[in-house]
């Protein structure tokens, strides 16, 4: 990543209208404005060259994001090769617990949600792909933080801090290491609600044949079915067979 000296602030400013764009729903110049604490002005001058090379569109006086997105967006999921090997290991994998399950991948620090595919009862939750979570307080981000390099992990703990999402949350840094440990010996790891209420997750790592990590695959549904021996082992050793096959796949594709 640049330094602050060697960056544009002008394509800060249009990236910050983009991703506002997204939080708000859509909006209009002035909401943009009040969100992000620009001139009004300078937003609309952002907003038309936006919409001007057609990353941006406007309807009924209110302003979105265009579906050219959608063309960076895949192209970005489909270069990682692990995506096409293990969607639809993911997809058997939904149809066998019922559940939801996930694919996740570290980017600068960050989990991010890359394959999602639900079962018959797979319960609806906030995640989609694309989506960015901390990495402490998921199933996912444990199981690829147990597996990255110690010195890799300080610095995103440093750099993302360890926030609490509910009264389950890991927030210590000794307490988290000690359960990192635990799941490189087991081959898998929890969330009991550490990130929602009501949630829990098993999820297991996806390795080269280096043992480099690639990302995660997890399973996820409510505390009331993720319980007793389905959620201690069935669902840890159906993960751990799908993460076998997709890391066998990787080698020999």
Known sequence: MGTQNSTVQATRTSIAIV???VRLDGAGVTEL????DLPKSTVHNHLDTLRDIEYVVKADGEY??????????EYSR??????????????????????????SVEEYG??????????????????HAGMQVHLHCT?????ILAHTPEERVEQILDMMGMPSRTEQTVTDRGELYEELETIRERGYAYDRQERLDGLRCVAAPITTSEQ????????SGPTSRM????????????????????ELNMTYS
């Open 212 to 219: 480099e990590i690639v990302g995660a695959i997890s399973v």
């Open 139 to 143: 199933a996912l981000g444990k199981a």
């Open 19 to 21: 991703e506002a764009l």
């Open 78 to 103: 489909n270069r990682l090769k692990i995506y096409d090997i293990v969607r639809p290991e993911i997809d058997a994998l939904a149809e066998q617990t019922g559940e939801l399950v996930n694919l």
């Open 227 to 246: 319980q007793g021996e389905r959620f201690d082992t069935e669902i840890p050793d159906a993960l751990r067979d799908t993460a076998n096959v997709v």
């Open 110 to 127: 960050r989990g991010v949600y890359l394959y999602l595919a639900r079962g018959d009862e797979a319960v609806h939750l906030d995640t």
């Open 33 to 36: 404005a009040t969100e992000l």
């Open 64 to 73: 979105n994001v265009g579906l050219r997105f959608l063309k960076l967006g």
